[in-house]
């Protein structure tokens, strides 16, 4: 059974940090595009960043360049989502997401396998 499970969401001020993170099935880690979607009350999911978990270049959505990171520890089939100085906007639920085979775009219709997302909200 596929699986993604999200963690580390939670209620910050304005300009604090929070880490996400995402445990992903071996079976679709090894050989995917995985990232980070998030969908605030009304809108749209966007995409915030993504990568390939065989290696190579982070992709980020340009508002979250220089503030979010990225990255992965592949012993643990295991994503993670940095996020430094955050805004109320960044308020949403973030979802992690997997693409087998796929490529490591921003469209939430490239992803296969998704998590059931975690809360971050960011307080003024």
């Known amino acids: 059974q596929v699986q993604l499970v999200e963690s580390g969401g939670g209620s910050v001020q304005a300009g604090g940090s929070l880490t996400l993170s995402c445990v992903v099935s071996?079976?679709?880690?090894?050989?995917?595009?995985v990232g980070w979607f998030r969908r605030a009350p009304g809108k749209e999911h966007e995409g915030v960043a993504s990568?390939?978990?065989?290696?190579?270049?982070?992709y980020y959505a340009d508002s979250m360049k220089g503030r979010f990171t990225i990255s992965q520890d592949n012993a643990k089939n295991t994503l993670y989502l940095q996020m430094n100085s955050l805004k109320p906007e960044d308020t949403a639920m973030y979802y992690c997401?997997?693409?087998?085979?796929?490529?490591?775009?921003?469209?939430?219709?490239?992803?296969?396998?998704w998590g059931q997302g975690t809360q971050v909200t960011v307080s003024s």
């Open positions: 997401a997997a693409a087998p085979g796929g490529s490591c775009s921003m469209n939430r219709y490239n992803y296969d396998y």
């Open positions: 071996r079976y679709i880690y090894e050989r995917s595009c």
């Open positions: 990568v390939y978990t065989a290696g190579g270049s982070a």
